[in-house]
């Protein structure tokens, strides 16, 4: 029986409906009762202190999870808060549906107007509206599935002179389940792939977050063709627990493992972008035929001319190339020889690599202490970096348990977004515990959401690497004069203190002595987050200090 209702009202029912169960956003007039009307049908809401918080928050739980979430906002300074943490859930095709307010149609002199759609859309994100109260359900039912079967975010803006008329409800809509077919896997591209695979003496196999839908078929195709395994650093974790494979490509790898990738003879990278950072600026692909899989034709040879392309499922690619192996006889031995396997094993962790430890009496070495973590913590976890300087050792150093585990919210290249970030996936993941590795430039960007981390009790760690200074900026210039980088310097700030006004848990480390407080927190209920603020040594972290050579 259909009700007459506000079209805020109905949109919010329908979007529950069709499966928004999680919501974040900053609630304004705009907004407020659509936000309402989300959460009287059953979706869970995070007020978030900042526009920027809720949209990385979102971003986070949509990657984990790979579900479309929410992110709710005023029309106009809302929209235009959240824009940087936009950009970077549709930089990395996050599947996110941000519902923003938008203007009376035709208001063009009120204070919150801005062309929100040229907005949108200059930040690669996809703008759509509902366009009148006769097609609003219409409009928003599309939204969502754009968002959800393109991967995409996807911004509708939703003027307020609309959202206040009234409607039936339910109203005429796209049907709530939509069937998406498995592209069909082309024959010749398929023998393609096999006929490489069946004469490579050295394979690998890198797998990105777009195959993180086919990491089963993926190891079955890897111990066919006697192929390594390695993910990307949007995938990280994809192939965690397999004895072929290394931990991370790219940037982040150790360097036995990078060697190891760069002696291959043919590399086949099924759902990531294949960028200077998952390169190295091409460095590893140098020796190497190229293949590349995507589901999105435009993906193929964006970033490096490739030998192969194939447009098509990673899960079906897999699939099939594995039974065409398969069919020709018993696996072959290619890269997995006894040699390469003892490689593999001392190869495949940072955390397990030698680290010559800096001595600075009231500092703590970076490596070292998330070395020390890293051995600490729980297995169950989710790590999430931040950008900076010290992003390589919470990014490499922390190992994580598989693919949801891991979030890198860096297609950007913003620092800033790391707590938000974590407070998503935390709110994912609860049954995890949540760890954040960032920069005190980061940290204090965002540091209002620590009281969001704190009234949802959220099972959190937080490392502030405290070198009193946008780090990155010093170490980029190492011929700067201390007078030049007085700019990026800044005086010690206390840490701990802050965390502990926002009533978190906190602590200061200076050595790896001062790690007791971390021991007694993991024996507590941990309904407090804790935060390290860890003043750190002035080095480059091994990351920053490659990028010098350069």
Same mark, same amino acid.
């Given at each position: 029986?259909?009700?007459?209702?506000?079209?805020?009202?109905?949109?919010?029912?329908?979007?529950?409906?069709?499966?928004?169960?999680?919501?974040?956003?900053?609630?304004?007039?705009?907004?407020?009762?659509?936000?309402?009307?989300?959460?009287?049908?059953?979706?869970?809401?995070?007020?978030? #202190?900042?526009?920027?918080?809720?949209?990385?928050?979102?971003?986070?739980?949509?990657?984990?999870?790979?579900?479309?979430?929410?992110?709710?906002?005023?029309?106009?300074?809302?929209?235009?808060?959240?824009?940087?943490? /936009?950009?970077?859930?549709?930089?990395?095709?996050?599947?996110?549906?941000?519902?923003?307010?938008?203007?009376?149609?035709?208001?063009?002199?009120?204070?919150?107007?801005?062309?929100?759609?040229?907005?949108?859309?200059? /930040?690669?994100?996809?703008?759509?509206?509902?366009?009148?109260?006769?097609?609003?359900?219409?409009?928003?039912?599309?939204?969502?599935?754009?968002?959800?079967?393109?991967?995409?975010?996807?911004?509708?803006? =939703?003027?307020?002179?609309?959202?206040?008329?009234?409607?039936?409800?339910?109203?005429?809509?796209?049907?709530?389940? $939509?069937?998406?077919?498995?592209?069909?896997?082309?024959?010749?591209?398929?023998? %393609?792939?096999?006929?490489?695979?069946?004469?490579?003496?050295?394979?690998?196999?890198?797998?990105?977050? +777009?195959?993180?839908?086919?990491?089963?078929?993926?190891?079955?195709?890897?111990?066919?063709? +006697?192929?390594?395994?390695?993910?990307?650093?949007?995938?990280?974790?994809?192939?965690?627990?397999?004895?072929?494979?290394?931990?991370?490509?790219?940037?982040?790898?150790?360097?036995?493992?990078?060697? =190891?990738?760069?002696?291959?003879?043919?590399? $086949?990278?099924?759902?990531?972008?294949?960028?200077?950072?998952?390169? #190295?600026?091409?460095?590893?692909?140098?020796?190497?035929?190229?293949?590349?899989?995507?589901?999105?034709?435009?993906?193929?040879?964006?970033?490096?001319?490739?030998?192969? +392309?194939?447009?098509?499922?990673?899960?079906?690619?897999?699939?099939?190339?594995?039974?065409?192996?398969?069919?020709?006889?018993?696996?072959?031995?290619?890269?997995?020889?006894?040699?390469? %396997?003892?490689?593999?094993?001392?190869?495949?962790?940072?955390?397990?690599?030698? $680290?010559? %430890?800096?001595?600075?009496?009231?500092? /703590?070495?970076?490596?070292?202490?998330?070395?020390?973590?890293?051995?600490?913590?729980?297995?169950?976890?989710?790590?999430?970096?931040? +950008?900076?300087?010290?992003?390589?050792?919470?990014?490499?150093?922390?190992?994580?348990?598989?693919?949801?585990?891991?979030?890198?919210?860096?297609?950007?290249?913003?620092?800033?977004?790391?707590?938000?970030?974590?407070?998503? %996936?935390? /709110?994912?993941?609860?049954? #995890?515990?949540?760890?954040?590795?960032?920069?005190?430039?980061?940290?204090?960007?965002?540091?209002?959401?620590?009281?969001?981390? $704190?009234?949802?009790?959220?099972?959190?760690?937080?490392?502030?690497?405290?070198?009193?200074?946008?780090?990155?900026?010093?170490?980029?210039?190492?011929?700067?004069?201390?007078?030049?980088?007085?700019?990026?310097?800044?005086?010690?700030?206390?840490?701990?203190?802050?965390?502990?006004?926002?009533?978190?848990?906190?602590?200061?480390?200076?050595?790896?002595?001062?790690?007791?407080?971390?021991?007694?927190?993991?024996?507590?209920?941990?309904?407090?987050?804790?935060?390290?603020?860890?003043?750190?040594?002035?080095?480059?972290?091994?990351?920053?200090?490659?990028?010098?050579?350069?």
């Amino acid at each position: 029986m259909s009700q007459t209702m506000r079209v805020a009202d109905a949109l919010g029912r329908m979007l529950a409906e069709l499966g928004v169960s999680q919501v974040f956003g900053v609630v304004g007039s705009g907004n407020f009762r659509l936000t309402n009307a989300l959460v009287a049908a059953g979706a869970n809401f995070v007020a978030a #202190r900042h526009e920027a918080g809720a949209a990385s928050m979102a971003d986070a739980f949509s990657r984990i999870t790979g579900q479309v979430s929410a992110l709710s906002l005023h029309q106009g300074c809302g929209l235009t808060n959240a824009l940087t943490g /936009v950009t970077e859930a549709a930089k990395c095709h996050t599947p996110l549906l941000v519902l923003a307010a938008d203007t009376a149609v035709g208001d063009v002199t009120s204070n919150f107007y801005i062309d929100q759609d040229a907005a949108v859309m200059a /930040v690669g994100a996809t703008p759509m509206r509902i366009h009148s109260a006769e097609t609003a359900l219409a409009d928003a039912a599309r939204a969502f599935r754009v968002a959800q079967i393109e991967r995409t975010t996807v911004v509708l803006s =939703l003027p307020i002179d609309i959202q206040d008329r009234t409607i039936s409800y339910p109203g005429t809509r796209p049907a709530s389940n $939509v069937h998406v077919p498995t592209p069909l896997v082309s024959g010749s591209d398929a023998a %393609a792939l096999v006929e490489l695979l069946a004469h490579a003496d050295r394979p690998v196999i890198i797998g990105g977050r +777009g195959a993180r839908g086919a990491k089963g078929g993926l190891r079955e195709l890897a111990a066919a063709s +006697g192929a390594l395994l390695i993910a990307s650093g949007g995938g990280r974790g994809i192939f965690e627990g397999d004895e072929w494979a290394l931990d991370v490509v790219g940037g982040f790898a150790t360097d036995s493992a990078a060697e =190891l990738v760069r002696d291959a003879d043919l590399i $086949v990278a099924f759902g990531v972008a294949l960028n200077d950072w998952t390169t #190295r600026g091409g460095t590893l692909l140098e020796k190497a035929t190229l293949v590349q899989v995507d589901d999105r034709v435009e993906a193929i040879g964006k970033h490096r001319l490739v030998d192969l +392309g194939i447009v098509g499922d990673t899960a079906a690619v897999a699939r099939a190339a594995c039974e065409a192996l398969e069919a020709m006889g018993p696996p072959r031995p290619g890269y997995r020889t006894p040699e390469v %396997a003892e490689r593999v094993r001392a190869a495949r962790y940072w955390s397990e690599q030698s $680290v010559d %430890a800096v001595e600075e009496p009231g500092f /703590v070495d970076p490596a070292a202490l998330t070395n020390a973590l890293d051995a600490m913590l729980p297995d169950e976890r989710v790590v999430v970096v931040d +950008g900076g300087n010290v992003n390589a050792y919470p990014g490499a150093h922390l190992r994580v348990p598989d693919d949801e585990g891991y979030v890198l919210p860096l297609s950007f290249q913003s620092i800033g977004l790391g707590l938000a970030s974590v407070i998503g %996936a935390a /709110v994912a993941r609860p049954d #995890r515990l949540a760890v954040l590795g960032t920069g005190d430039g980061s940290l204090l960007m965002g540091a209002v959401e620590l009281e969001t981390a $704190v009234r949802l009790r959220l099972k959190l760690l937080i490392i502030a690497f405290n070198d009193s200074a946008y780090g990155a900026e010093i170490h980029l210039f190492p011929d700067s004069t201390a007078q030049e980088q007085e700019i990026v310097r800044f005086p010690d700030t206390d840490i701990a203190a802050i965390a502990r006004g926002y009533g978190c848990d906190a602590i200061t480390v200076r050595s790896l002595e001062d790690l007791g407080g971390v021991s007694a927190w993991l024996e507590s209920d941990q309904e407090r987050p804790l935060v390290i603020d860890a003043k750190i040594t002035g080095r480059p972290s091994w990351l920053m200090a490659r990028e010098e050579g350069h």
